[in-house]
C-alpha cells in the first residue's frame, strides 16, 4: 500500500510519520489529542517540562487504551452468553 510522510506536530516539535493516505485524518485527530491533553495537563499541574508532560499524556492514552480492551472483552462474554441463551430458546 502507497504511504506518504506528513510532518506532525507534538508539543511544539516536528515529526516525520509514514502513513497511508486512508489513516491521515485519523493520524491528524490522534495529534489534536495529544495536544490537548498536553495542555490539559500542563494547565492543571506544575508540570513543565515538554517530557513530563508526555510522559502523563502516554500514560493516560495507554490507561484508555487497556481499559478499553477490558470492556471489548466484557461485551464480547456477554454476547457468547446471550447467544448460549438464544440456543437453548431455539430463538
Known amino acids: 500500500m502507497k504511504t506518504n510522510t506528513i510532518n506532525i506536530n507534538i508539543s511544539g516539535r516536528e515529526y516525520p510519520v509514514n502513513i497511508t493516505p486512508d489513516t491521515e485524518a485519523t493520524m491528524k485527530k490522534a ?11 500542563s494547565s492543571s499541574y506544575a508540570i513543565k517540562d515538554p517530557r513530563d508532560l508526555l510522559a502523563m499524556c502516554a500514560l493516560q492514552l495507554a490507561f484508555q487504551h487497556l481499559e478499553h480492551g477490558k470492556n471489548v472483552q466484557f461485551n464480547e462474554k456477554i454476547e457468547e ?10 430463538i
Open 31 to 41: 495529534v489534536e489529542l495529544v495536544n490537548d491533553q498536553v495542555k490539559d495537563y
Open 81 to 90: 452468553q446471550i447467544k448460549a441463551i438464544e440456543k437453548v430458546l431455539h
